[in-house]
């Protein structure tokens, strides 16, 4: 269960960096504090469930970041 819902979650989160929310950073961070609290307190299945939820949520943190950047460089050379 915690699988299906850690990867429902991450396409809808995957969705929202495509359309442009990138308020949506805060609520990765607060959800990657989930996944350090399963991954401190849960037996080993679950465990495992949240080391792959944080590694999901973080690829997801480098991929918004590298979109910010390649954005601004784009804003950037549209104002020159």
Do not use: Y
């Amino acid at each position: 269960m915690f699988h299906l819902l850690g990867l429902l979650l991450l396409l809808w989160l995957g969705w929202l960096l495509i359309v442009g929310l990138w308020h949506v950073f805060v609520f990765l961070l607060s959800l990657l504090g989930i996944g350090i609290f399963f991954l401190f307190v849960a037996d080993p299945a679950t465990r495992a469930s949240a080391i792959l939820w944080i590694v999901g949520i973080v690829f997801i943190v480098v991929i918004m970041g590298l979109f910010e950047k390649l954005g601004s460089q784009n804003k950037r050379g549209q104002d020159e």
